[in-house]
């Protein structure tokens, strides 16, 4: 059964950092493209950032130039490094398979921008 752990969230003011980290576990990890979801209160979970097994990557433009998604096959890790924060960049995120993604999510790890 596959287990997804997010982990880095927190609380940063308005143009700080936060690195997040995802571990999976029980499945073939290294063939899978990542991605990077989150939901604020009140909205879709949407899609920020993707990353093909090879370590080619894709942005949401609402955060293209401020993220940047990376992964260590060999440690089953993806991760988000998250620059120049926005009050509108809180919400919860997740890790998960793209474009098919595993039934069971994790339990996201919070975000929260202060201004």
């Known amino acids: 059964q596959v287990q997804l752990v997010e982990s880095g969230g927190g609380l940063v003011q308005a143009g700080g950092a936060l690195r997040l980290a995802c571990t999976v576990s029980?499945?073939?990890?290294?063939?899978?493209?990542m991605g990077w979801y989150r939901q604020a209160p009140g909205k879709q979970r949407e899609l920020v950032a993707r990353?093909?097994?090879?370590?080619?990557?894709n942005y949401a433009d609402a955060v293209k130039g401020r993220f940047t998604i990376s992964r260590t096959n060999a440690k089953n890790t993806v991760y988000l490094q998250m620059n120049n924060l926005k009050p509108e960049d809180t919400a919860i995120y997740y890790c998960?398979?793209?474009?098919?993604?595993?039934?069971?999510w994790g339990q996201g790890t919070q975000v929260i921008v202060s201004s």
């Open positions: 998960n398979r793209w474009p098919n993604t595993y039934v069971t």
């Open positions: 029980g499945s073939i990890f290294g063939v899978n493209v």
């Open positions: 990353i093909s097994s090879g370590g080619s990557a």
